[in-house]
Structures are given as structure tokens and as C-alpha cells.
């Protein structure tokens, strides 16, 4: 079977990593959508797609399970979201997600939804990791080691903490 897993990776890190290493061990492919794809820049969203999925693809280099990064634009419209995926991607039969909105959205469509269990959610949570950053506080050990190469390449600590301050 082919999976699916969403998020918008704002950044990469461990807690997405332990799930999809998980899924690996019972799909036979993985499609990796990158949500939120068309927004960078901003506190919530610092990093391009672009640049997230060069996150995605360096650290799941050993994945042992073929997988696809494939970006997702938002459309304004959750009840025409889960066909807008299925546009997108390679076909998948199931979809891998906690969040509350995404299985519901799957769900009404009638794809099967298997939620994995978190992986120490108040550390590993992009929301955490982002505020680290613009605190200065260490955040490195949250991310797999290619994420800290991808944000050091970019200057995204020096970025967000730019586009967070007032004019
Ligand atoms: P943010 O705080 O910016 O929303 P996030 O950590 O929730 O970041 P997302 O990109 O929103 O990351 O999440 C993508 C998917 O990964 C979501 O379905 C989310 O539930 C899941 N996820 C996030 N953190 C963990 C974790 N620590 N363990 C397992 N799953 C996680
Ligand atoms: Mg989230």
C-alpha cells in the first residue's frame, strides 16, 4: 500500500521523523505532502517549500521505503481540500495523521486514517522550535542533523528573527 502524511514542516523535525519511520515499517511507499506550500517568510512560516523539502528528502536518506516530497498549495476551501491533495500526489490508500481537521477531511472522502502516536509532543513541535530560535536558545537537538545543515545553509535563525521584529 501507498501512505500519505501531511504537515507543513515549519521545520523538519524529530517528531515527524519518528513517525515516519514508523510508517515506513508497514507502507510499501510513502507520498510526503508538504503543506501550506505558497507561504514562506513569516513567523509561522519562515521556510520555502523549497527549502523544506530539501529538509525532508536529506534526512530520510536511509529511509528504507521509497518515498515522494511533493508540495501542497493551501486552497480556502477545507471541503474541496482532500481532492485537492489526491491531484497532487501519486495515488495513496491510506493516510497517516493526528490532526483533528485532516482526518476529518479524509475521512468524509472514504480514505482509511490511522492515527501514529506522538512522539514527546511539548518538545518535538515546530511551534517550540521556532520560538527557541528567535530566543537564541538551543534548538539543534529537536531536528535530524540534516535539518541543522539545510537551516544554517539558508541563515533561517537569522531570518525569522529578522521578520519578526517591528519596522
Ligand atoms: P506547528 O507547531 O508549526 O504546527 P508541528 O510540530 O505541529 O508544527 P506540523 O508540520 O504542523 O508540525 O505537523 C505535521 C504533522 O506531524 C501533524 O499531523 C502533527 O500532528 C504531527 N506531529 C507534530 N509533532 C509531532 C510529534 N512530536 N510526534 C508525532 N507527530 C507529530
Ligand atoms: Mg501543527
Known sequence: SR???????QPYHNGHQSV????????????IGVGSA?????????????ERVLMLTRSLEDLDCPFYVIPIEDIQRNALWAAHVRAMTPPF?????SN??????????????????MHERPI?????????????????????PAVVDVI????????LQRIAKSD
Do not use: K
Request: glycine share 8%; charged share 20%; proline share 6%.
Open 3 to 9: 501512505g500519505f502524511y501531511v504537515g507543513r514542516f
Open 20 to 31: 515516519l519511520e514508523r510508517i515506513a515499517c508497514f507502507a510499501d511507499e510513502i507520498v
Open 38 to 50: 505558497q507561504i514562506s517568510h513569516t513567523v509561522t512560516n519562515p521556510f520555502t517549500a523549497g
Open 93 to 97: 490508500d491510506r493516510v497517516y495523521s
Open 100 to 117: 483533528p481537521l485532516v482526518i476529518q477531511l479524509f475521512t468524509e472522502a472514504g480514505i482509511t486514517v490511522q492515527s501514529p502516536d
Open 124 to 144: 518535538y513541535s515546530g511551534t517550540a522550535i521556532r520560538q527557541r530560535m528567535l530566543d537564541g536558545e538551543p534548538w539543534e537537538h529537536l531536528v535530524p
Open 152 to 159: 544554517r545553509e539558508i541563515h533561517g535563525v537569522e531570518r
